[in-house]
């Protein structure tokens, strides 16, 4: 047990310096966050996070600082712009070996505790927030799990996050809507508009069948339905090899009652959004 060294009196017994036991003399290191101090073990802070065991090689010095007391009630290290709840909470997922339920923290106080780990790197720690924050964020904190994702850049919740959006049948509600910048909604609007597009054209082309004016059969490139703001389907006959819109190519189809399609294409939609826009300018 060569690193746990006993504590050895001087020669003379009257006064020299003792040697300190490497495992049990606790150095202790003092921060100042607003105006109240945290005293706590220096050890993990110096051994998970590379952010501070690189202030910590720095040379200590001032009243009350040696290599194991960094920083004294009169002295403490400053950590700016930190806030207190963020830092209590990270200290308790630091510092106490408990079990999440144990701990017996909201989710505001893992998101506090998340950022700071994020900041300065401790990452079993991140680890640690992120999943008790996957287990309390239920599917109805669809949006403020995605917020999290984004502003801590956590990589595996954004795949199945922005899959469900694309794919779900409801749309947004207004006040989801809200929470999110104009360019991201953006991005949703155009992945949805893809995903129906694509259920679309599988319905188009493998039930409806359209049929041209020449009796050639209509299809359309199925990457350019996906990707491309332009659709159209276009005659397979060689002589003829004409293109219509979407449209035009379900009504083409020899098994819609023209009536009723007419009715669903050119109005429901359009009287949408009609109604849409007179609520907005008013
Ligand atoms: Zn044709």
């Known amino acids: 047990m060569s690193h746990s060294r006993r504590i050895v009196p001087s020669s003379t017994g009257t006064g020299g310096a003792l040697a ?11 921060f100042r966050v607003g105006d109240l101090l945290f005293r706590v073990p220096r050890k993990p802070f110096e051994e998970k996070s590379t952010a501070f065991s690189d202030m910590f090689k ?12 960094v920083c004294s009630d009169e002295d403490p290290l400053r950590l700016v712009g930190i806030d207190q709840q963020d830092f209590r909470s990270f ?3 630091l510092l106490r070996n408990e079990s999440p339920a144990k701990l017996n923290m909201s989710i505001n106080e893992w998101i506090g505790a998340l950022r700071l780990a994020t900041m300065w790197d401790f990452d079993a720690e991140r680890r640690k927030s992120i ?20 502003e801590f850049g956590i990589q595996q919740w954004l795949q199945p996050i922005c899959e469900e959006l694309t794919t779900r049948t409801a749309t947004l509600a207004p006040d989801q809507a809200r929470q999110l910048d104009l360019g991201f909604l ?13 259920i679309l054209y599988h319905i188009v082309t493998k039930y409806l069948q359209p049929v041209c004016f020449c009796g050639g059969d209509l299809s359309a490139d199925r990457r350019a339905v996906v990707r491309s703001p332009e659709w159209y389907f276009q005659c397979d006959s060689d002589a003829c090899k004409r293109e219509f819109t979407i449209g035009d190519a379900i009504r083409m189809s020899p098994h819609i009652s023209k009536t ?10 359009n009287s949408m959004l009609v109604q849409r826009l007179m609520k907005s300018s008013i």
């Open 20 to 30: 300190r036991d490497e495992e049990f003399y606790v150095a202790f290191i003092t």
């Open 58 to 69: 720095l040379p200590q010095s001032g009243p009350g600082n040696d290599s194991y007391n």
């Open 91 to 93: 200290l308790k997922v």
């Open 131 to 150: 999943d008790v924050l996957d287990e309390l964020l239920d599917e109805g904190a669809l949006i403020r799990k995605l917020s999290i994702a984004r």
């Open 186 to 198: 953006d991005s949703i609007h155009l992945a949805r508009e893809a995903h129906l597009k694509s």
């Open 260 to 269: 009723d399609i007419q009715e669903d294409l050119g109005q429901i939609a």
